[in-house]
């Protein structure tokens, strides 16, 4: 696939210098309602950015816009310095943006190990032909393999293995999604509130592993996030949108002091 | 992948060991792709995913404070070392038996043929099976594996077995060249059916495909092709005889033929899912978007697979026309198409073990349900003159209700309830 290709090339179409991410005015209607109006920031790599907003805000709308499964109304959004409005959604992965879903969007028959390997796919190519005849595929197959299984242990999922994906307990789905995100090495990883549904240890724990995944995997991380002290302690900047509009940006402590988020935001959960 | 072993697996190790002996000669130009692959997942973090999983392991002190022995997750307790992940043996095994039923339905011909106690007619119906169970298994790929619905297999089928028979009948061609040609006439068929299909979700597919079906019987009667289709009449033709002076009848030999070619079917059908391809199919439906996210190209796999998925009714039709000597428009009706989805449905689907089940009930049962119905009217004197087919339906509805996975997944099912109450006791 081009995409892989451009993955492997490193730095094809780069502008050197660019912020990794820039999402500059983008707008997005779905008929009447603004589901993003007009938003625009940064993402320095190496960094963890949090996207904070109360509900129907628009942060997972934002996403989508990211992983080109919605086409902004208006607006650009630059990878690299380069635009990727004209990608097809498939190639997005190959152009280095992992995610994982609010809602986890588990292949729900297949074993964990499975799933991580589908994690692979833009970074490899057997095609039907050769697969079907089991021709040449062996080597590749081989390095999917060990990838997959490294990343489950990564994840501390290694009792789960074989197990299929879809039974699984929701904080373990959670982490099978991450490691599937992580599989293709992305350069940029979206994670849509991975701390919903997690007890209060299951939250330290994700907090290490999202640090851990940043420095280990050198993957700049968008990290949408309820959990108020964990997006404050996690992120190097944060980004506040309330009503599809930015409201603040800035380091943790700068947005938590914003008067505008204060009143949209904080000012109701800061004590939760 | 979670797919049960097949008949066809044993063989299909040996033949993939075979292949892989071979595979540096063999493949040296194809490796050029093949190393591109290689470098864009080493290219990948791999190495800090190695020192990572050693941190999972809290033995990297650097980062054992940070998240060490927190409770990660219930079994946390359970952290497996590295080392112990390494088996692979286990797939091996289970190959044992299904080369021993390969083997035994293969030396069949020998000693039943001889000792004169299974006629040219029971292997013609053993054929058959085979003959459907490869076309039940290329529609599970579809259907079972990929979710798409199709009512209109049937006319992958006509197309197959038609290509066979006008080329042999009209253009003398050796049967066994008329299979590759049905094999890639039915995938571009398939393929382009499947690409404008694939806007189509659900019911509007399911219509879309028995339209198919439907059409294809007055295709072929259509007047213009005559000369090539026998219109109406259909085409007769004459069973090939066993090459090299073999002491086999036709029936013997094709009955061979087919027995390979339901073993390399098989074979491929496991060999893909097992491969990057098989596991997008899968994802594809479980979970579309996803499989878009993870850099799957949904609508070529999608259409690829409508492609293979022809590929495997086609060579079933070709297969049929050769062994069944016979073919016509009305053989090719929308009862086939439902037929082999019956067949997939009742087997299992989404299971390859379940498709070979489903080929002898594709055989049988239909076969012999209006009979069976007949009998029964007889034999518990009813008042009441049934329908035929009613029992054909009756079963069908207790089946479904009683083994929802159909055959395979009821069995897989039962094994695993024996197997627990084993290890309980
Ligand atoms: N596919 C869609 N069609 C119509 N409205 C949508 C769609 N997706 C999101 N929205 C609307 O856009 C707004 C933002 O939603 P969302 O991005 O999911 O918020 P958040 O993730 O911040 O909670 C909401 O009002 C939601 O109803
Ligand atoms: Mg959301």
């Not at chain 2, 050029?32 to 864009?40: H, I, P, R, W, Y």
């Not at chain 2, 390494?86 to 035994?104: D, E, F, H, Y």
Request: proline share 5%; charged share 15%; glycine share 10%.
């Amino acid at each position: 696939m081009v995409a892989s290709v451009e993955k492997v090339g490193g730095s094809l179409g780069t502008v050197p210098g660019a912020p990794l991410l820039s999402v500059r005015s983008v707008t997005v209607r779905f008929g009447g309602i603004v589901a993003l109006n007009g938003v625009s920031f940064d993402i320095s790599e190496g960094h963890i950015v949090g996207l904070i907003g109360p509900n129907g805000a628009g942060k997972t709308t934002l996403f989508n816009c990211l992983s080109r499964l919605y086409q902004p109304t208006e607006g650009d959004i630059l990878y690299k310095g380069k635009s990727i409005l004209q990608s097809p959604p498939y190639a997005i992965a190959g152009v280095g943006m992992g995610r994982t879903f609010q809602n986890v969007a588990l292949f729900d028959n297949m074993s964990v190990l499975d799933n991580v390997k589908v994690g692979c796919h833009s970074v490899s190519q057997a095609g039907f032909l050769k697969s079907a005849f089991g021709v040449g595929v062996g080597a590749e197959e081989a390095r999917i393999e060990a990838r997959a299984r490294e990343l489950v242990a990564f994840m501390d999922l290694l009792p789960y293995t074989d197990m299929r994906a879809g039974p699984l307990p929701f904080p373990i789905r959670k982490r099978v999604e991450l490691a599937r995100a992580l599989a293709s090495g992305p350069s940029l990883l979206l994670l849509d509130e991975p701390a919903a549904g997690l007890n209060h240890a299951e939250v330290d724990v994700l907090k290490a592993q999202i640090r851990r995944v940043r420095d280990l995997q050198n993957v700049t991380v968008l990290l949408v996030e309820h959990h108020m002290s964990l997006v404050m302690s996690v992120s190097d900047r944060v980004v506040a949108i309330d009503f599809g509009k930015k409201l603040a940006e800035g380091t943790p402590a700068e947005v938590q002091r914003n008067a505008d988020v204060v009143r949209a935001y904080l000012g109701t959960e800061a004590h939760a | 992948m979670t797919i049960q072993q097949t008949t066809a697996s044993a063989a299909a190790e040996a033949v993939r060991e075979l292949l892989r002996g071979h595979g540096a000669v063999a493949m040296a130009g194809a490796a050029a792709g093949n190393l591109v692959s290689q470098t864009a997942v080493t290219a990948g973090p791999v190495s800090p995913v190695v020192t990572m999983s050693a941190a999972a392991d809290g033995t990297t002190p650097g980062t054992h404070a940070s998240h060490g022995s927190a409770p990660v997750a219930p079994p946390s307790g359970m952290r497996v070392p590295p080392a112990a992940m390494a088996p692979r043996a286990k797939k091996r095994n289970s190959l044992l038996w299904p080369g021993i039923v390969v083997a035994l339905a293969a030396s069949l011909v020998l000693f039943g043929g001889k000792g004169g106690w299974i006629s040219n007619f029971q292997y013609l119906q053993l054929s058959l099976v085979l003959v459907y169970a490869i076309a039940v298994l290329g529609l599970n790929l579809l259907t079972g594996f990929n979710g798409q619905i199709s009512l209109g297999h049937g006319a992958f089928f006509a197309l197959g077995a038609y290509t066979a028979a006008v080329l042999i009948d009209r253009y003398n061609v050796n049967y066994l060249l008329t299979l590759p040609v049905a094999a890639i006439l039915c995938f571009v068929a398939g393929y382009l059916f499947g690409l404008p299909a694939l806007r189509l979700e659900g019911h509007y597919l399911a219509l879309a495909t028995f339209a198919l079906a439907t059409a294809v019987p007055q295709i072929l009667k259509y007047r213009h092709i005559e000369g090539l289709t026998g219109g109406v009449q259909g085409i007769n033709l004459v069973k090939p005889d066993a090459p090299f002076g073999l002491p086999l009848s036709p029936d013997q030999w094709m009955y061979v033929i087919v027995l390979l070619m339901a073993v390399l079917m098989f074979w491929i059908g496991r060999n893909l899912l097992d491969s990057r391809p098989g596991r997008a199919i899968v994802a594809i439906r479980d979970q579309p978007l996803a499989a878009i996210t993870m850099g799957i190209d949904t609508a070529r796999f999608k259409a690829t697979t409508f492609g293979i998925s022809a590929v495997y009714v086609g060579l079933a039709g070709a297969l049929h026309a050769i062994i069944f000597e016979y073919v016509s428009p009305d053989s090719f009706r929308f009862d086939l198409s439902v037929a082999i989805l019956v067949g997939a449905v009742v087997g299992g689907i989404a299971s390859l073990p379940g498709a070979l089940i489903g080929g002898a009930f594709v055989q049988f049962i239909e076969k012999y349900a209006d009979a069976a119905t007949k009998q029964f009217t007889n034999l518990v004197q009813l008042p009441i003159e049934l329908e035929p087919w009613t029992i054909y339906g009756i079963l069908l509805i207790a089946l479904i209700y009683v083994m929802p996975g159909g055959v395979a997944g009821g069995l897989a099912t039962l094994i695993a309830k024996i197997k627990r109450k084993r290890s309980v006791s």
